[in-house]
């Protein structure tokens, strides 16, 4: 989907320019605006900041929920010291780091090992070895990644679903994809801190991760093959048809407003192939799900009808 420029957005009437009036006017309602009249458009400060890192760096911020993006972003521009949004513009637009900074801190990067471990659970114990059943080959997109924890756990998982027969055999392929290129790079390497790992079953653990003397975790070789990164923006990217039988999209559309979120959703669900499974948060949901051909398969869990 291609990014829509934002539009305006509406702002109370300002004070009208006083006009000379008859001197009966007092007596003389003025007439009321018409009902439907428009207040004139305004752009305001935020506004052109959007407009600004979008013809900067692509990045529409206008299609994430206003009042958390707005705070995030003046919060974040005033700890950097600028006067106001226009200053921070003028910073990022020459500052190449500064508006690596900035995106870092505005796109939310929070993940971890087995996030949500019931989904982990879930997802070993039905949806994996469905797809993966008979040595079957499997592709899946995780959608807004991070730094990789969630495509290193489903490539460890996959392997221990595959079990020893699956080693040298089932071709598994996990692309994670984010909008964020400091923290694209940062998956690439596939190393996890220990506070990454607190909700991460031990065995599974240590059998797929490598622990370093600071406590860290670093993605054995047994799993970094299956998994693979790139740098994309789900908003701006077209769907990839019918191409993966599982997507990931966890705790990446509740920063959208619900319109962007529904038509990422659609465009997840034409990247799936019939009988694939889209997995999402456990606090989101997918509105629509009949007109999307979605059924309901497990908690967060739904299967696109074949
Ligand atoms: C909170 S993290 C979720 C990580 C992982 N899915 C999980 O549940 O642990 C949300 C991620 O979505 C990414 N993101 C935000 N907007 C995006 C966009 N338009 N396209 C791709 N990724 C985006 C952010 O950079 C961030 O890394």
Redesign the pocket.
């Known amino acids: 989907m291609t990014a829509e420029p934002r539009a305006p957005l509406p702002v109370p009437s300002p004070v009208q320019p006083s006009v000379r009036r008859p001197l009966s006017s007092a007596a003389v309602p003025a007439a009321p605006p018409p009902r439907h009249a428009r207040p004139p458009l305004v752009r305001d400060d935020f506004t052109i900041f959007c407009d600004g890192v979008r013809r900067i760096c692509g990045?529409d911020l206008g299609?994430?929920k206003r009042q958390q993006m707005e705070r995030r972003v003046r919060t974040f521009a005033e700890r950097q010291g600028a006067a106001d949004l226009a200053a921070y513009l003028q910073r990022i637009s020459t500052d190449a780091e500064e508006l690596e900074a900035f995106l870092d801190r505005v796109?939310?990067?929070?993940?971890?090992l087995w996030?949500n471990p019931d989904q982990w659970t879930r997802l070993e114990r039905t949806v994996l070895p469905e797809l993966m059943g008979e040595g079957r080959a499997l592709k899946a997109w995780?959608?807004?990644?991070?730094?990789g924890?969630?495509a290193y756990t489903l490539a460890a998982l996959c392997r221990h679903v595959a079990g020893p027969a699956g080693a040298g055999g089932a071709r598994i392929e996990i692309t994670g994809?984010?909008?964020?290129r400091r923290?694209v790079e940062r998956a690439r390497h596939g190393v996890f801190t220990a506070d990454d790992a607190r909700d991460a079953p031990s065995a599974l653990l240590q059998r797929f991760f490598e622990p370093s003397p600071d406590g860290a975790w670093c993605a054995r070789s047994a799993i970094r093959p299956l998994v693979r990164f790139e740098v994309?923006?789900?908003?701006r990217i077209p769907p990839r048809h019918e191409a993966y039988d599982l997507v990931?999209?966890?705790?990446?559309v509740i920063?959208f407003t619900d319109e962007v979120r529904d038509a990422l959703h659609a465009k997840l669900v034409q990247s799936l192939r019939p009988g694939g499974y889209l997995v999402i948060?456990s606090t989101e949901r997918v509105t629509n799900t009949t007109g999307l051909g979605l059924v309901p398969a497990y908690p967060f869990t739904y299967r696109k009808a074949a």
Request: glycine residues 6%; hydrophobic residues 30%.
């Open positions: 990045i299609q994430y796109t939310i990067n929070v993940s971890q996030r995780s959608a807004g990644c991070s730094y924890a969630e994809t984010d909008v964020d923290i994309a923006d789900l908003l990931l999209c966890r705790n990446t920063y948060g």
